[in-house]
């Protein structure tokens, strides 16, 4: 038997080694400097170019990519719907189709191309974010290098951990139900409690219903738990005195390099399509 322990654990990605927080305050500053563009080729480019980048400094998979983009692609569409038909008093503008009472101009075409464009690229960011950003090295860089205050920071972390693990509670209040539930043929209780496969659980509305309430009770008495807690463990005094962390988070000259790459991107873009 070949045994995994102490195997090479493959390289990680080139952003996953960059600071979350500064890789957070990059995604957040691209939709700020692409905030006037008006022609939509130099921002098709730079798609491209973040779609790019986002498979090889990321490692996002194509089919990830693909698909996250189809929410960001639906509201890209209707801004292309809106600017057609919304622009036609602007200077110089052209109309290129009518449809009744509505004029498309090819200004307002491009407009929104442009910023449906934009929006596509702002998606490519955040997916690429959401690659490498591990939630508590998240939390932890907001606190010692964005300067969060610890208590936001703490109520952050215990948010996620109660978030991570609603799936699972979920999955266990609904088994639970399903095992209580009552069998309409008392002769079949053996058969029903050792199935060939797994049982299909109930789906009507009240099943889901008792389930929801189930589990926002469970949720209260966990945060009420975790809440003591925390207490118990001097978080009214967090504010005092320096506190010891247990992964420390630094941003260094590559970090910086990151940010000016993204800001370089993003500025020369937004020079050319204003």
Do not use: K, Y
């Amino acid at each position: 038997m070949r045994s995994d322990v102490g195997a090479a654990r493959p390289p990680l990605a080139v952003l996953a080694r960059r600071d979350p927080a500064v890789l957070l305050g990059a995604t957040l500053l691209v939709p700020v400097v692409l905030l006037r563009v008006r022609e939509p080729e130099p921002v098709l480019v730079l798609w491209c170019v973040a779609m790019v980048a986002a498979r090889v400094l990321a490692r996002v998979p194509w089919r990830r990519l693909a698909l996250g983009q189809l929410p960001f692609l639906g509201f890209g569409l209707s801004l292309v719907a809106v600017n057609a038909v919304t622009r036609g008093g602007e200077p110089l503008a052209r109309v290129v189709a009518a449809l009744g009472p509505l004029e498309i101009t090819d200004v307002g075409l491009r407009t929104g191309v442009a910023l449906a464009a934009r929006t596509l690229v702002v998606g490519v960011c955040a997916l690429a974010f959401l690659q490498v950003a591990e939630p508590g090295r998240l939390l932890g860089s907001l606190h010692q290098v964005a300067r969060l205050p610890i208590r936001p920071t703490v109520a952050l972390t215990a948010a996620h951990r109660l978030l991570e693990d609603l799936p699972a509670e979920w999955l266990t209040v609904r088994r639970a139900h399903a095992l209580r539930a009552p069998v309409p043929d008392p002769r079949r209780v053996v058969e029903a409690a050792i199935p060939a496969e797994a049982p299909r659980l109930p789906a009507s509305p009240s099943a889901l219903g008792r389930a929801s309430f189930a589990l926002l009770a469970t949720g209260i008495r966990r945060s009420e738990r975790m809440a003591v807690a925390l207490e118990s463990r001097a978080l009214g005094a967090l504010g005092r005195g320096e506190r010891t962390v247990w992964r420390p988070a630094r941003a260094d000259r590559w970090d910086a390099v990151v940010v000016l790459v993204v800001l370089l991107a993003c500025g020369v873009v937004a020079a050319l399509a204003t």
